[in-house]
């Protein structure tokens, strides 16, 4: 996707509505699910790096951006990912304890618990 759409759906994120999150999550969502392993990763990697750049935006919007793609993608596959990124690239060590150890609604666990919570299959492919 090199028409400029992925970063505008990036920056979507930051937007004030939930609502308008929530969409641009889904839509991410199928784009990923129907795409490449390329794009999803793609995707994971300027997710990681819009949280350790905009603070705030992982503060206040961590958890619901986490939370909607485990409803709309392979919760597992989102945390592997991560966890390979997290290891693999420079995204910061702030970012890796505030998603994994100090922020609870972000743990895996969470989307697990979520989805069983709303009847959905945390392993659910969009």
């Known amino acids: 996707m090199d028409d400029g759409t992925f970063p505008a759906l990036l920056k979507t994120l930051s937007d004030s509505s939930e609502e308008v999150i929530k969409h641009d999550l889904q839509l991410l969502a199928q784009i990923s699910s129907s795409s490449e392993e390329t ?5 994971m990697v300027n997710l990681l790096e ?9 503060e206040t919007r ?3 951006i ?6 709309n993608l392979n919760t597992e596959k989102i945390y592997r990912t991560f966890a390979e990124i997290i290891e693999k690239e ?3 060590t702030i970012i ?9 609604d972000t743990g ?4 697990k618990r979520h989805c069983a919570e709303t009847q959905h299959d945390p392993d659910h492919i969009a």
Request: proline content about 3%.
């Open 39 to 43: 794009y999803f990763k793609a995707f």
């Open 50 to 58: 819009l949280f350790s750049t905009d603070r705030r935006l992982l």
């Open 62 to 64: 961590g958890s619901l």
């Open 66 to 71: 986490i939370r909607q793609l485990c409803l």
């Open 90 to 92: 420079d995204v910061g």
């Open 96 to 104: 890796s304890a505030l998603l994994f150890y100090t922020e609870p």
């Open 108 to 111: 895996s666990g969470i989307c």
